[in-house]
């Protein structure tokens, strides 16, 4: 065998190593078209303790994918009821959820042929992964199979908890996190320490604009009408319950950054944001 082949030989079982590490730390969880519907296919089970889940979308819509643990006895026609109610409250009154079910994380748009990951600490139980949103038609989309269920068993998975470069705590109402942190790849331990449920969203500052060009489209009256934003998505963390914590990785481009939580409270009637978890991070 020639030194070519040689290469190529080793080169295909580092991959078929590295395929083979993924599949097995990672919990595949892929949505796909059916017709005018939806399939969410993904395992069945597995064992309690870090788990890393990996969230394709392989239709041509946007998918919005949330994971929760549910509370023992709930039942799939609870938490759509739950869910339908915290949809029509357009997601302020979090009460009939938070009844049935907490959140673990997830991500607020996995776009067309994109995957999206983070990892958690789930201890045994029941849980689901769910498609938030609605169709053009205003059916949701747990009614159109963006909706699959596993269990979390009492075996132990081993894996640790990884090493985070930044850590990010939301609370209420404030986003604490490191005012600078470096390009590249880093890994962001986010955690819920306040009482009501909070997400973490990063939107990159456009060049010529700044902080005081963000808040002033978030202040305008009707944003659709205020213009371009200042900004374009640079990724987040959705959905976590207090005293939750989950792990992503972000790779970051130098610039100027904002770290927002746009969800409305309950309590206050305003977004989250608008009551101080808004604030600017550096990336150099």
Same mark, same amino acid.
């Given at each position: 065998m020639n030194s070519k082949k040689i290469l190529t030989t080793l080169a295909l079982a580092l991959t078929a190593a590295s395929l083979a590490q993924h599949s097995h730390t990672a919990q595949v969880f892929t949505l796909g078209a059916k017709g005018d519907a939806f399939t969410l296919q993904g395992p069945a089970s597995f064992a309690s303790g870090f788990v890393t889940f990996n969230l394709a979308n392989t239709t041509q819509a946007p998918f919005t994918p949330v994971v929760a643990k549910l509370k023992s006895g709930t039942t799939d026609a609870q938490v759509k009821a739950a869910l339908g109610a915290l949809m029509a409250s357009h997601g302020e009154d979090m009460s009939a959820i938070a009844n049935v079910a907490t959140f673990v994380g997830g991500s607020g748009g996995v776009m067309p042929g994109a995957t999206f990951e /983070? =990892?958690?600490?789930?201890?045994? =139980? +029941?849980? %689901? %992964? /769910?498609g938030f949103g609605a169709s053009e038609e205003g059916k949701p989309l747990y009614d159109l199979g963006q909706y699959k269920t596993f269990n979390v068993t009492t075996a132990k998975n081993g894996l640790a908890l990884p090493k985070a470069d930044v850590q990010a705590t939301l609370r209420d109402f404030k986003v604490e996190l490191p005012t600078t942190v470096k390009a590249g790849k880093s890994t962001w331990q986010v955690s819920n320490a306040g009482q009501e449920t909070h997400h973490l969203m990063l939107m990159r500052i456009k060049p010529g604009k700044?902080? +005081?060009d963000v808040e002033a489209f978030f202040k305008a009256a009707d944003p659709s009408q205020a213009g371009e934003p200042p900004f374009e998505d640079a990724g987040g963390l959705e959905t976590i319950s207090k005293g939750r914590s989950a792990f992503v990785t972000f790779d970051l481009a130098a610039g100027d950054y904002v770290v927002a939580c746009f969800l409305p409270s309950a309590t206050k009637h305003a977004p989250h944001f608008m009551l101080g978890m808004m604030t600017n991070l550096s990336v150099k």
């Open positions: /983070f =990892g958690a600490n789930l201890d045994s =139980g +029941k849980y %689901v %992964v /769910f700044t902080m +005081k």
